[in-house]
């Protein structure tokens, strides 16, 4: 009897962890309420924040795991992501404007990057670092978040997202270390940010104003005089820049807002099917698993027990039909979640199609916004070079502004 | 023997090509080109008969081919010309108009910074045509025009005044501030055409083919669309701006200055109608449009393809100022060139 029961124990073992999801990193607590702002501060003590479109990763390498995945939904999810932390951030009180960004952006004060690791709707994992302008890193971390089915339930665009105890998890993490800065941090980080657009748009100039250590850490050299008209120039393209980059973010809320409705469904469902699929896959194996173990435990009883009566046989044909009949049930569990693997590629499917579109559009308008800057950005870095040249008398060849690409029509 | 030879000058085409072909078939002694009264001379001397029998059948076919390409060059020369002498009476016109009106300080700063934006429009498509001027016929082209040193194309504004560094600095800030508003109107075009864009149409659904898709859709849109309204005056940190908010002040806009468009468009027709009747010499486009009497009715489709020359109630301040030019001009063919500029330029922001 002894040899049935380690039999049985190892038989059932498989069951009792048949289907625990494994996602990789630490998962983030419930219910984590965001950190927020108790008083207003004022504009020195609000860094700006650009988040940079998160990098989409890969899918996962087995190809059970991509099933339903796709690279668009990936680099949906990619512009989506950061959308809604920007909205969590904003809600603080902790920042001052928060943007998205298509690429790295220089002058910033403060840049958030990120990853998507994992992603299947179920759950989320993200890898996520932000630095300072003046190259110091404040810190980059791993959040994962497994969303409980009813979390998918009662959201709502830019407050409530089925994965926000991730997304308020970053923001506080954020906030925190703001909050360790002394007023001369952020000050210097305003600074440094101003100076290193400065270089950007008039290198000649502000070339010299800051100098780097050996760990890349950023360090005013000089400061600009407060009546700087040069710099006031690089104010006012940077001022047209931030407008510029807000353009953009319009475009960016607006494709925000039109995938919330699909991906908030797709997760959904997802999650139910995936969470019914892991129910099924248990129940087949736990049928498939007593099938087996009443067949063993019918011929063992026939070799433990020596009598050969009417009773013993009966016992031994009744667990042996109902092993089977086990078995066969876990195999027609087993083609249940066949069909549900396909039904969840269809939504994968399904989303992708809808997402796609989403993600052209809002990059094609980011490419015709950008790109048009751009050249009128090389035209204002010539002009302020020109500037320069004239008034400290250093003119060159290169100062000459290039009629071709003159600003006006 | 050939002999080298140095054409001075622009010199007409024809002859010299004559003259260079000659020379090519012809043995030559002396070759010399003179001018006597501001006429060219080419003087050959010691050319046989049968040089000179090639030189002309030679000429003969190549006149056919070179005859439409050097008429077109020496037209678009002149064209181009034209355009710079009328430009640059438009500039004098507005720097004195300008140093007037400061004077008499009746000028707003918006006003100023109108009339400085145009003077800038003006320099930079001088400094163009110059430019390509040079690049096409040579520096000669641009003798006795108002053109600025090659090394000095942004610095020279004022035809014949040399300019000290501080001036050039003004003029470049004066480039800089003007580059800075035109931006400015494209993000405001940019923004209006954001906050025009509607939210995604839904009608066609979002089914996944299965019952629980369909149940849900209809209330996950209302989500989507309540709180894209709600979005539009909650921000406060604002960047920003949001859907529902824009689209309102979209539809706002749009109303007015579709009335206003209407409205002035109208008025611009009348202008034109009476353009094109003063500058009846130029024999066409002497108004904004060609028949200025169409200008009326469809001023208002500022939409439209194609009638943007007629569409003269939202012009920007170089618009309003080049039209404003034009129509002041009195040459006739100065009065043409204007008007194309105008048409070029609404065509440019178009």
Known sequence: MRFVKILSLLLLAPVLFAGCATVPGKQVDDQIAPLMASKEFGNQELLNVSIKVFDPGELPEKADEQAGLSLEIREAEARFIPIHLKYSMQRTGYWGTVRIVPDDDIGSEVQVRGKIEFSDGESLVLTVEALDSRNVLWFKKTYAETALLNEHLGTEPEKEDTFQDLFNKIANDLTEYRNSLTPDDMLEIQRVAELRYGQLMAPDVYGQYLSSDNNNRLHIVHLPAENDLMMERVRSIRSRDNMLIDTINGYYEAYYLDLWEPYANWRQFRSEEIATMREIKREALKRKIIGAAAIIGAIAVGATIDDNSAATDTLQQVMVVGGAYSIYSGFQKSQEVTINKEVIEELGVSFSSEAEPLVVEVEGETFRLTGSAEEQYAEWRKILKQIYARETGLVSDEAIPDQSSSALP | ?350
């Open chain 2, 1 to 350: 023997m050939v002999t080298k030879i140095r054409v001075k000058g622009k010199g007409d085409v024809f002859t010299r090509l004559f003259f260079a072909v000659s020379v090519s078939y012809a043995t030559v002694k002396e070759a010399r080109m003179l001018t006597v009264n501001k006429s060219r001379w080419y003087y050959l001397s010691a050319m046989n008969r049968s040089g000179i029998l090639y030189a002309a059948i030679i000429l003969l076919l190549l006149s056919t081919v070179m005859g439409a390409a050097a008429t077109l060059i020496v037209s678009s020369e002149k064209e181009l010309q034209q355009s710079v002498i009328a430009l640059d009476r438009a500039r004098h016109q507005a720097i004195h108009d300008l140093a007037e009106k400061k004077q008499n300080a009746a000028l707003g700063e918006t006003q100023q910074k109108d009339y400085e934006k145009f003077i800038i429009f003006l320099t930079v498509k001088i400094d163009e045509y110059c430019q390509q001027l040079r690049t096409e016929a040579g520096d000669d082209a641009v003798e006795n025009l108002p053109c600025p040193e090659g090394s000095q194309a942004f610095g020279a504004v004022q035809t014949g005044s040399v300019q000290t560094s501080e001036e050039q600095v003004r003029e470049l800030e004066r480039l800089f501030s003007g580059s800075l508003e035109q931006f400015d109107d494209k993000l405001l075009k940019e923004e209006e055409r954001l906050s025009a864009r509607q939210p995604r149409d839904r009608e066609s659904g979002y089914s996944y083919g299965g019952s629980q898709g369909q149940d849900s859709e209809g209330g996950a849109a209302g989500t989507g669309q309540a709180s894209g309204q709600d979005s539009g005056s909650s921000d406060t940190t604002g960047t920003e701006g949001t859907a529902g908010q824009g689209q309102e002040d979209t539809e706002m806009d749009g109303t007015r200055s579709a009335e206003e468009t209407g409205a002035s468009a109208g008025a611009g027709g009348e202008k034109g109608a009476e353009t094109a009747g003063a500058g009846a010499d130029s024999g066409e486009g002497a108004g904004p449009a060609a028949g200025g009497s169409g200008a009326g009715q469809s001023g208002g489709s500022s939409s439209q393809p194609g009638n943007v020359e007629l569409d003269t109630g939202n012009d920007d301040v170089v618009a309003r100022q080049l039209r404003e030019a034009a129509e002041k001009e009195t040459d006739p063919e100065l009065k043409k060139k204007l008007w194309e500029e105008y048409r070029k330029y609404k065509a440019g922001v178009q």
